[in-house]
């Protein structure tokens, strides 16, 4: 019982040794960085009740649901692909992409790739929030021309991004994440970003840029993918006893 917290100790120990300087040691690196091995894990065979059992830590902050925040200071999670919550986790670990917040609950002393799979698979098949927040709708014409001239093509019509080439779903995700990621990809923050997004965005302005943010917080999931308003996750009620949905038959 006490061992998953002696391992996150464990790792904020040796996280203050290394002086948190992590993501300056980090050679050039971009969207393809951990590509490969991001595809290799997509083939391991996910348990779910593992899965379920990590995301007891990443619910701290993404909340039981996985939806992180409306304010956007946590993004939600839920529903996104399995593909790319995996390849995230491999950067996030590894420096390619700074979160300096969720480095020490990834660590490969606490998590490692079979842990990153299961944890994706069960947050993929959590419903989305009902609701989310959105932008101001001052120029939703103008967002939705850039959108489906610039971003429709690797993110989808309708946001649903594509799991095989690892472009994350946008649709349903609360406003000011979507335009804090967008500007830490613009100004170079975003170390994994795609380049060619990352050329595209330069030449946006600041208005391009929050019209078609704001354009792509109002695309909506299917509802079959989305939650009723009120639901919670019953995996975590009950002081986090387990449902037994996913025990192991
Ligand atoms: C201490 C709070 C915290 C914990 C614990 C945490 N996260 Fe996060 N997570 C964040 C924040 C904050 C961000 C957004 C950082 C940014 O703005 O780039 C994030 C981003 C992410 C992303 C990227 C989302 C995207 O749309 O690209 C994924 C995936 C993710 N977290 C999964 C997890 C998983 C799985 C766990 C548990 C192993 C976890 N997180 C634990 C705070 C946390
Ligand atoms: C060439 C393909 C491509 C194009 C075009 C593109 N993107 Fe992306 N986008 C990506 C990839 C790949 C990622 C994930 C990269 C990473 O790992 O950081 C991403 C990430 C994002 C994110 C962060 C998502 C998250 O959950 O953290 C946002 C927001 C985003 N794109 C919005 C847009 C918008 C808006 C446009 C059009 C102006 C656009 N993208 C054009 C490929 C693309």
């Given at each position: 019982?006490?061992e998953p917290?002696?391992?996150?100790a464990?790792?904020l120990v040796?996280?203050i040794?290394?002086?948190?300087?992590m993501?300056?040691?980090v050679?050039k690196s971009?969207?393809?960085t951990?590509?490969?091995?991001?595809?290799?894990a997509s083939?391991?065979?996910?348990?779910m009740?593992?899965?379920?059992?990590v995301f007891?830590?990443c619910a701290l902050?993404h909340?039981p649901e996985?939806w992180?925040?409306?304010?956007g200071t946590t993004?939600?999670i839920?529903?996104?692909?399995?593909?790319?919550?995996?390849?995230?986790?491999m950067?996030?670990q590894r420096?390619n992409?700074?979160?300096?917040?969720m480095?020490?609950?990834t660590?490969?002393?606490?998590?490692?790739?079979?842990?990153?799979v299961?944890i994706?698979a069960?947050v993929e098949?959590?419903?989305m929030?009902?609701?989310n927040?959105?932008g101001?709708?001052k120029n939703?014409?103008?967002?939705?021309?850039?959108?489906?001239?610039?971003c429709?093509k690797?993110h989808?019509?309708?946001?649903?991004g594509?799991?095989?080439?690892?472009?994350p779903k946008i649709h349903?995700q609360?406003?000011n994440?979507?335009?804090r990621?967008?500007?830490w990809?613009?100004?170079?923050?975003?170390?994994n970003?795609?380049?060619?997004m990352i050329?595209?965005v330069?030449?946006?302005?600041?208005?391009?840029?929050?019209?078609?943010?704001?354009?792509?917080?109002r695309?909506?999931?299917s509802?079959?993918?989305?939650?009723?308003?009120?639901?919670?996750n019953?995996d975590?009620?009950?002081?986090?006893?387990?449902?037994p949905k996913?025990?192991?038959k």
């Open positions: 019982m006490a917290y002696l391992k996150f464990a790792a040796s996280i040794i290394s002086g948190v300087g993501a300056d040691q050679p971009d969207a393809d951990n590509r490969k091995e991001a595809e290799q083939t391991l065979t996910p348990d009740e593992n899965g379920r059992k007891k830590t902050c909340s996985g992180g925040t409306k304010d993004p939600e839920a529903g996104q692909h399995s593909t790319v919550i995996i390849k995230q986790l950067d996030i420096g992409r700074d979160n300096p917040t480095v020490p609950f660590m490969p002393m606490v998590l490692n790739n079979q842990d990153f299961d994706a069960y098949q959590l419903k929030a009902p609701t927040l959105m101001s709708g939703l014409k103008l967002g939705k021309e850039i959108y489906a001239k610039e429709a690797c989808g019509k309708n946001g649903e594509d799991a095989k080439e690892f472009y349903g609360n406003y994440y979507l335009l990621q967008m500007l990809i613009k100004h170079g923050k975003r170390r970003a795609n380049r060619k050329k595209q330069n030449r946006f302005s600041d208005e391009d840029l929050m019209a078609v943010i704001d354009y792509s917080s695309l909506r999931p509802t079959s993918e989305v939650a009723k308003e009120g639901w919670t019953k975590f009620s009950n002081s986090f006893k387990y449902s996913y025990e192991k």
